[in-house]
């Protein structure tokens, strides 16, 4: 069995969402401790909470929402690298090490057969970006966007990736448990 990375971020109560954006919460419907046959949770929360995929729709109001995002760009090899080498880097998938920052369109420019870019970062553009060019750059190219990565534990290099969105009809954003498999 290959060796499995999981490099999302875990979903719990107090995780950090973006200003303004509604926090995770969890809460219990049914309980066995209080005489039902089964646990029940429920859980509430923003669709860019944690890792996640954004739709096109996020961004867009004549862009795909999230059941149209394209399962085949979040399947497949990936290459793992810091944003200083991303406009060196040749692979359909790029998770890059965003160091608080994000990547330039002149950097993303070069990256031809790109299927999906992901970052660590809240997002790939600028905290205070209003515009979100980089979000535009990147879907009329066809792009992926996978934000809120954890790549604290895995090196740089290679692996297979697996980030399923879940079919969220109408909506902008799915989280995803994303996660790297050594080969």
Not at 105 to 126: M, N, P, Q, R
């Given at each position: 069995?290959p060796?499995?990375?999981?490099?999302?971020?875990?979903?719990?109560?107090?995780i950090?969402v973006?200003?303004g954006?509604?926090?995770?919460?969890t809460?219990?419907?049914?309980?066995r401790?209080?005489?039902?046959?089964?646990n029940?949770g429920?859980?509430?929360?923003?669709?860019?909470t944690?890792t996640h995929?954004?739709?096109?729709?996020?961004f867009?109001?004549?862009?795909p929402?999230?059941e149209?995002?394209?399962?085949?760009?979040?399947?497949g090899?990936?290459?793992?690298v810091?944003?200083?080498?991303l406009?060196?880097?040749?692979a359909?998938r790029?998770?890059?090490r965003?160091?608080?920052?994000?990547?330039?369109?002149?950097?993303?420019?070069g990256l031809?057969?790109?299927?999906?870019?992901?970052?660590d970062?809240?997002?790939v553009?600028e905290?205070?970006?209003?515009?979100?060019d980089?979000?535009?750059?990147?879907?009329r190219?066809?792009?992926?966007i996978?934000?809120?990565l954890?790549?604290?534990g895995v090196?740089?290099g290679?692996?297979?990736?697996?980030a399923?969105?879940?079919?969220?009809?109408g909506?902008?954003?799915?989280?995803v448990?994303?996660?790297l498999?050594?080969?």
């Amino acid at each position: 069995m290959p060796k499995l990375h999981d490099i999302s971020q875990p979903l719990r109560p107090g995780i950090p969402v973006w200003p303004g954006d509604r926090p995770y919460e969890t809460a219990w419907t049914v309980r066995r401790a209080d005489g039902a046959a089964c646990n029940v949770g429920q859980i509430a929360l923003s669709c860019h909470t944690g890792t996640h995929i954004d739709a096109p729709y996020h961004f867009a109001d004549d862009g795909p929402t999230a059941e149209a995002i394209p399962l085949e760009a979040c399947v497949g090899r990936a290459s793992v690298v810091p944003l200083s080498r991303l406009a060196a880097t040749r692979a359909e998938r790029i998770l890059i090490r965003a160091g608080g920052c994000a990547p330039t369109l002149a950097a993303l420019a070069g990256l031809d057969g790109l299927k999906l870019l992901g970052t660590d970062a809240a997002s790939v553009d600028e905290a205070d970006s209003k515009t979100l060019d980089v979000h535009h750059a990147l879907w009329r190219r066809g792009v992926v966007i996978l934000e809120g990565l954890d790549l604290s534990g895995v090196a740089d290099g290679d692996y297979d990736l697996v980030a399923l969105p879940l079919r969220l009809a109408g909506m902008d954003a799915s989280p995803v448990r994303a996660i790297l498999v050594e080969r």
